[in-house]
């Protein structure tokens, strides 16, 4: 199976080399340890929220299936990357957050970690702490912040520990089987690459678009409420 040329090759001599949010670019220049190291700074690090994560294991996948030409990754160690990272990722994201505490959040510039806080917080609120933690894992940059506002607001260390490791495994294992499932049963996969990658985004995103639109909805209800008060 043929890859798509962005898989096959590195950028020219003189030109950047990968470009971080691109699944596939990160890949062709790292390989494996990209997989961890990405979903470690995704997950753990503030920083990394920017990071395509969804898309990569997605992506990790499709390049596990035998036969193709340019880029080949392991399954297993895939896998035990993906895994890896996503864990130690989220564990260290935790362990920041008990000791900066909401001050690290705070610091940061960034409308969409601030955006992404509050949703972390309504998933905590709404759903308690193992369902949030779990959920989180699928929603964008929520998966970013929620590690180290959990540790902020003091969630059992035993009770983070627990979920997080469910969600992780569910998260990375169900997204790179995926790939790699459609990338074997699929003939000539590399030609929808690009659009099943987008599709992968995009679904990635609705969980987030939901929780912002109801936000959004109760901020309207509270206000019309307050409104009819006065």
């Not at 609120?125 to 929520?142: D, E, N, Q, S, T």
Request: with cysteine.
């Amino acid at each position: 199976m043929p890859l798509h040329p962005q898989f096959c090759a590195l950028a020219a001599p003189g030109r950047l080399a990968f470009n971080a949010l691109d699944a596939g670019s990160l890949l062709t220049a790292f390989g494996v340890l990209g997989v961890a190291v990405a979903l470690f700074a995704e997950t753990g690090l503030l920083v990394g929220f920017f990071l395509p994560g969804d898309s990569l294991l997605f992506t990790a996948g499709l390049l596990c299936v035998p036969g193709g030409a340019g880029v080949h990754l392991s399954l297993w160690q895939v896998l035990l990357a993906a895994v890896g990272g996503a864990l130690a990722g989220a564990q260290v994201g935790y362990w920041i957050g008990r000791r900066g505490g909401r001050a690290i959040l705070a610091r940061s510039r960034s409308r969409h970690l601030h955006e992404g806080a509050e949703r972390a917080e309504a998933l905590l609120a709404r759903y308690g702490h193992a369902k949030a933690i779990v959920l989180a894992r699928f929603v964008p940059v929520v998966r970013t912040v929620l590690n180290p506002l959990a540790g902020a607001l003091d969630v059992p260390a035993q009770v983070f520990l627990r979920w997080q490791a469910i969600g992780g495994l569910v998260w990375t294992v169900s997204l790179v089987l995926a790939g790699y499932g459609l990338g074997s049963s699929l003939p000539n996969v590399d030609r929808y690459l690009l659009p099943l990658v987008a599709l992968i985004v995009l679904l990635s995103l609705l969980p987030l678009a939901r929780e912002i639109l109801r936000s959004r909805r109760s901020r309207r209800d509270r206000s019309v409420a307050g409104g009819d008060l006065r």
